[in-house]
T-cell receptor, first 113, second 114 residues
Framework: DQQVKQNSPSLSVQEGRISILNCDYT??????FLWYKKYPAEGPTFLISISSIKDKNEDGRFTVFLNKSAKHLSLHIVPSQPGDSAVYFCAASSWGANSKLTFGKGITLSVRP | DSGVTQTPKHLITATGQRVTLRCSPR?????VYWYQQSLDQGLQFLIQYYNGEERAKGNILERFSAQQFPDLHSELNLSSLELGDSALYFC?????????????FGEGSRLTVL
């Protein structure tokens, strides 16, 4: 049972345009959400996060939006750059001593020059 | 460089064999997590240790076991290997054992079972 779903396996955008990466979750206990970026032959690296008390968090070119009622979050990258080409994982967790990150399958983003 | 070190980076072995993957967490991090990434799959949580104690268990097979040592490094033991165990195994560490602490990942150990 996939509790975190990234239904689109890939996305291709033109350099300078907006990239929108979507993520859905089913577990209503999740209250903290993160995006990780992964380049080939490297481990995932933390990109941006948002807690359930917010609906938006911005960090430079990256903005994460959270719609709790729809159990949906999205990552916006503006403007997209070729160096953003990577696999992006959405992850979720809930507060607690045993909380762990539950990851989606990832989206491969390709930014065309 | 995340500060998390995993060895070996690549490992090729045969079915039925046993291997050990090693992870050294970031300095000061008490928690170690193991994740498995198979083809076309996301990162599947296997197990978490916090300061030497098992803290949470995920979809870890009985053929797999892990431990965290007093110096906080961790080992993941995979035995009676099957073809389907071929995957990328990631170790991650964090300062705390829960909540919303950011995880720092190593580069992974790629296991190929022939």
């Amino acid at each position: 049972d996939q509790q975190v779903k990234q239904n689109s396996p890939s996305l291709s955008v033109q350099e300078g345009r907006i990239s929108i990466l979507n993520c859905d979750y089913t577990n209503s206990m999740f209250d903290y959400f993160l995006w990780y970026k992964k380049y080939p032959a490297e481990g995932p690296t933390f990109l941006i996060s948002i807690s359930s008390i917010k609906d938006k968090n911005e960090d430079g070119r990256f903005t994460v939006f959270l719609n709790k009622s729809a159990k949906h979050l999205s990552l916006h990258i503006v403007p997209s750059q070729p160096g953003d080409s990577a696999v992006y994982f959405c992850a979720a967790s809930s507060w607690g001593a045993n909380s762990k990150l539950t990851f989606g399958k990832g989206i491969t983003l390709s930014v065309r020059p | 460089d995340s500060g998390v070190t995993q060895t070996p980076k690549h490992l090729i072995t045969a079915t039925g064999q046993r291997v050990t993957l090693r992870c050294s967490p970031r300095s000061g991090d008490l928690s170690v997590y193991w994740y498995q990434q198979s083809l076309d799959q996301g990162l599947q949580f296997l197990i978490q240790y916090y300061n030497g104690e098992e803290r949470a268990k995920g979809n870890i097979l009985e053929r797999f076991s892990a431990q965290q040592f007093p110096d906080l490094h961790s080992e993941l033991n995979l035995s009676s290997l099957e073809l389907g165990d071929s995957a990328l195994y990631f170790c991650a560490s964090s300062q705390t054992g829960g909540g919303t602490g950011e995880l720092f990942f190593g580069e992974g150990s790629r296991l190929t079972v022939l």
